[in-house]
């Protein structure tokens, strides 16, 4: 932001001097016919003094009304004007006092003041150098003298700043540019320039700064908005950037750098908004679809990519594609591997992988940058107990299903082990009691995976038919052997009578 704020407080602090000056200056001027003017003057002077500037402002408006040529009251004005901040409106002010009266000194050391400020410092030099020349108190002349010094060491610095910059050696040109803006805080022309150095450095966010500043020291500065929009594009901020670009076409609807750049802006933006839409409505597969248009849409700004490849690492791992979701995961990776949202997402991937050690991994990582994420702490300990659980028993594994498989899915597997380990099938007793346990863990596996129930506490962890995984919980025992199924036969009646009743 421009600082104003404190030459507002310094203005507020001298009012009272303001005042016992303009009343020295102001002596025997006839201030209008009916003396309605030197009401406002003499109501807007209490009010300035109370400091309810916008009550003053509108007395010394009505005074510049009734007496166009009265030069006190265009002085008064210029002063609130100050006291409020608002130095542009009180420029106009202070020429024409100095107009209708050229040795007021107050008026002229004012003016050259803001004229440095702006960085037009040939004209406030001259300014200080008639305030040398005209008499002035000790006070005005000691001021003048030094900010005249002050604006010398600007011109040179000027000078060295520009030969910097043109030699493309930016950091020593930021630097001079520092100094120069430390007095000259509202010159458009050396921000411009240190936004440029900025950007040639690589440091974005001091370049936005100054642009920014710029956009507003100048009222039509169309340029410094697109470079604002390119600079936020090129950073992937897609809505930053097209905020940016309508303030540029705000100003210029013609503009044809804004123009062509918001119409690139436009349809990138349109293109991630309906993406993310599809991702909440769950339709995964149309919304990476959405963003690998938006990578042929900007394949040249590496953060519209990153993003992208971003979400969708996301929308595959929610919709259940693994395989795809860890190979677009770990291309984000590569080039940001602290992404958290990246890495839970692709530790949810390889859960569904069942490659629970690479998930532990993820989420352990993912937890060092993210240290109060729930949801990191709650994939991470599911992913523990899968693990601990795969080196047990696994159901999916057993009937040779994905952990995604459906009901239908399911009980087909089911039905095809259960006929080829039926132990009927078998005539080595071995060979029989190894088909009878192999028969039991298929009637098992069919019995958690096709109970919503029991398949939501497996898929978490937690063995249904375990019971120490239950710890004290009611669970179904298949325990104690092929004749220990406790009034649940799974061949049907009588012993290995070869009878399937499937639901």
């Not at 805080?185 to 240190?194: A, G, L, P, Q």
């Not at 470079?227 to 309508?246: A, C, P, Q, W």
């Amino acid at each position: 932001m421009v600082p104003i704020d404190h030459v507002a407080h310094k203005i507020l602090t001298y009012i009272p001097y303001i005042l016992v000056l303009i009343d020295m200056r102001y002596e025997g001027v006839n201030c209008g016919k009916d003396g309605s003017v030197d009401n406002h003057m003499e109501m807007g002077k209490k009010l300035l003094a109370a400091g309810q500037l916008a009550d003053a402002l509108s007395h010394f408006h009505a005074a510049v009304d009734g007496d166009p040529k009265n030069y006190m009251a265009y002085y008064r004005r210029a002063t609130v004007f100050l006291a409020m901040g608002k130095s542009k409106s009180a420029l106009p002010d202070l020429s024409r006092v100095i107009e209708l009266k050229p040795d007021f000194t107050s008026a002229r050391l004012q003016r050259g003041n803001l004229l440095l400020k702006q960085g037009k410092l040939d004209e406030a030099e001259s300014d200080f150098k008639k305030v040398l020349k005209s008499n002035p108190s000790d006070k005005e002349e000691k001021e003048a003298q030094s900010q005249l010094t002050k604006s010398d060491e600007i011109q040179r610095l000027v000078a060295q700043s520009r030969s910097s910059f043109n030699s493309k050696d930016y950091m020593t040109a930021a630097a001079q540019l520092d100094t120069i803006i430390e007095t000259c805080v509202w010159d458009v022309t050396s921000r411009e320039m240190r936004a440029e150095c900025f950007i040639q450095m690589g440091e974005m966010g001091k370049a936005i700064s100054d642009l920014k500043a710029a956009s507003k020291l100048k009222s039509d500065n169309t340029q410094a908005f697109y470079k604002l929009s390119t600079i936020y594009y090129n950073l992937g901020d897609h809505e930053m950037s097209l905020n940016e670009v309508r303030e540029c076409l705000k100003l210029d609807p013609d503009h044809k750098q804004c123009f062509s750049h918001y119409k690139q802006v436009k349809k990138l933006n349109k293109q991630i908004q309906s993406a993310e839409e599809l991702i909440q409505e769950q339709r995964y597969e149309d919304a990476v679809s959405k963003y690998e248009a938006v990578m042929k849409t900007e394949p040249s700004v590496h953060h519209f990519t990153l993003l992208a490849k971003e979400r969708m690492c996301h929308a595959l791992a929610q919709g259940q594609q693994a395989s795809r979701a860890i190979t677009v995961c770990s291309e984000v990776l590569q080039s940001d591997p602290e992404n958290v949202n990246v890495l839970k997402n692709r530790a949810e991937a390889y859960v569904q992988e069942e490659q629970y050690e690479e998930a532990i991994k993820d989420y352990e990582t993912a937890g060092k940058h993210s240290e109060n994420d729930r949801q990191i702490k709650e994939g991470l300990e599911r992913a523990q107990r899968l693990l601990k659980q795969s080196q047990k028993r696994d159901y999916y594994k057993i009937l040779g299903v994905k952990r995604t498989a459906q009901k239908k899915e399911i009980i087909k597997a089911y039905r095809k082990l259960a006929q080829q380990w039926h132990p009927d099938n078998f005539q080595d007793p071995e060979e029989k009691k190894k088909a009878e346990k192999k028969f039991i863990d298929i009637a098992q596996a069919k019995e958690v995976l096709t109970d919503p129930d029991m398949r939501t506490k497996f898929d978490h962890g937690e063995d249904p038919m375990d019971p120490e995984s239950q710890q004290g919980h009611h669970h179904h025992n298949f325990h104690g052997g092929f004749h220990g199924f406790q009034g649940f036969n799974p061949f049907g009646s009588g012993p290995f009578n070869f009878k399937f009743n499937f639901n």
